[in-house]
């Protein structure tokens, strides 16, 4: 089931849900303009089919040590499963790395890295990064600040 199948009043809770995913039920339901029963039923469903797979809680990046984010191109040796494979598995256990994308063009992955400062990312690049035997190039660059946080990215769903 694709978004264009949901109505007007599933769209309103995506839209609302997206700008802040701690409002209670209540106020939900107050500002899609249904009840509180009918609201919960629709926002369950929602969960159930998928479209929302789950809530966050946006941290503050220096007190919980993350203020400190990069951009990590990775070139891979090969692009079998043999390399492509465990490069992913061990993205995916790493808490350094935010968020892993196979992209096109010059490189192979791009990560989101967030450490608490330069001397953290040192350590993780001279002790992961460099070591990996799937890792043929690095590149990395610096966030100078960040103009727009990721969970600020919102399907527009109120056309």
Same mark, same amino acid.
């Given at each position: 089931?694709? @978004?264009?199948?949901?109505?007007?009043?599933?769209?309103? @809770?995506?839209?609302?849900?997206?700008? !802040?995913?701690?409002?209670?039920?209540?106020?939900?339901?107050?500002?899609?303009?249904? *009840?509180?029963?009918?609201?919960?039923?629709? &926002?369950?469903?929602?969960?159930?089919?998928?479209? @929302?797979?789950?809530?966050?809680?946006?941290? !503050?990046?220096?007190? *919980?040590?993350?203020? #400190?984010?990069?951009?990590?191109?990775?070139?891979?040796?090969?692009?079998?499963?043999?390399?492509?494979?465990?490069?992913?598995?061990?993205?995916? *256990?790493?808490?350094? @790395?935010?968020?892993?994308?196979?992209?096109? $063009?010059?490189?192979?992955?791009?990560?989101?890295?967030?450490?608490? !400062? &330069?001397?953290?990312?040192?350590? #993780?690049? *001279?002790?992961?990064?460099?070591?990996?035997?799937?890792?043929? !190039?690095?590149?990395?660059?610096?966030? &100078?600040? &960040?103009?727009?946080?990721? #969970? $600020?990215?919102?399907?527009?769903?109120?056309?």
């Amino acid at each position: 089931m694709n @978004i264009s199948n949901l109505d007007r009043i599933d769209h309103k @809770i995506l839209h609302e849900l997206q700008i !802040d995913s701690s409002l209670p039920n209540s106020e939900l339901a107050n500002r899609v303009g249904l *009840s509180d029963s009918p609201c919960l039923r629709r &926002v369950r469903k929602l969960e159930e089919l998928g479209y @929302i797979k789950g809530y966050h809680a946006h941290l !503050d990046e220096v007190k *919980s040590g993350t203020a #400190f984010n990069l951009f990590v191109g990775i070139k891979v040796r090969r692009h079998g499963d043999d390399q492509t494979g465990p490069f992913e598995n061990w993205a995916r *256990s790493r808490p350094e @790395i935010a968020a892993c994308y196979l992209v096109s $063009g010059e490189i192979d992955y791009l990560l989101h890295v967030v450490v608490a !400062d &330069v001397g953290a990312y040192e350590q #993780f690049l *001279s002790n992961e990064l460099l070591t990996h035997p799937s890792i043929q !190039d690095i590149r990395s660059n610096m966030a &100078v600040r &960040v103009v727009k946080p990721p #969970f $600020g990215v919102r399907a527009n769903l109120l056309d």
